[in-house]
């Protein structure tokens, strides 16, 4: 495969920057396709962005002869259809995250990729982006010393200007997203753990109704016990007053922290008393770097960036963290 031409299914709001504008502006990679159900929709943002195709039916795009990839960014109730259906065409495939509604469906896709042969790469795009590739240099080359533990911290509003805003709020409709807000945000952060500390061998969680009127578990606590005996203790809150807003992982090492923001952009390291603070510059489309290593992969000039094993790790703990309790 030496030119790798795009077909997108689900070109919906988080293709509008962060993701959709980079695939044109990649080597060896042209969006040439995006399919939405709304039709005028999907030949509006196809006039909009420049693409050749526009599709309302998803089996049209991956049948066109012309698109040899698929991105799928529709909600995580269509990924495993959608996933499956491209790799049966014989379409390599990059999903978004959650990989899909629970890890039950994710198997299948692995699976499936397995079955037909064909590649298969899950959006976790923080792997490849500078500030998270920094700090696992740093600790890779043990700046911090041995690590001991983590503690993340995600609480917001209800109103949070980090949760991605859509024209219907389905994030907190489980037949959807397979949960609630943890389900959207969570991903980066577990996934993040998985790349830095390894295979995870226990793995808990309690989930909280605490709002009344919540659909979902809007109050979520998880633990880890890595094989490297590092342990990782997680809260997720969205019902926390603003003054109670926190963003924050801290890793801590037998010689000092690195603290940062999972959304944000800056790295504190506190080693024996002295902090230095490095900062990073916001990423116009913040998937750019990651797409670039799967253009790469597809084009057999690289290694797959994340697997469909790796999320399927995530998704599991995912799911210990919340299906007993919420």
Known sequence: MNEIKWGIIGCGDVTEVKSGPAFNKIANSQLVAVMR???????????????????????????????????IATPPLQHEEYTIAALAAGKPVYVEKPMALNSAAAQRMADASKEFDVKLVVAHYRRAQPLFLKIKSLLTEKAIGDVRFVDLKMLQPAASDIIANSEENWRINPEISGGGLFHDLAPHQLDLMLYYFGEAIHFHGLASKQEATAPVADLVTGHIQFENNIVFNGLWCFSVPKSEQADSCDIIGSKGKI???????????????????????????????????????????????CAAEDALETMKIMDAFTTANS
Request: hydrophobic letters at 35%.
């Open 259 to 305: 603290s940062f923001s999972v959304f944000g952009q800056y790295i504190r390291i506190n080693i024996k008393g002295k902090e230095e603070t490095i900062s990073f510059e916001a990423l116009q489309h913040v998937e750019q770097p990651m797409i670039e290593q799967v253009v790469a992969y597809f084009r057999g000039e690289g290694e797959n960036p």
């Open 37 to 71: 159900r709304d039709a005028a929709k999907a030949e509006d943002y196809a006039k909009r962005h420049s693409v050749p195709k526009w599709y309302s039916n998803a089996s049209d795009l991956i049948n066109d002869t012309e698109v040899n990839a698929i991105y």
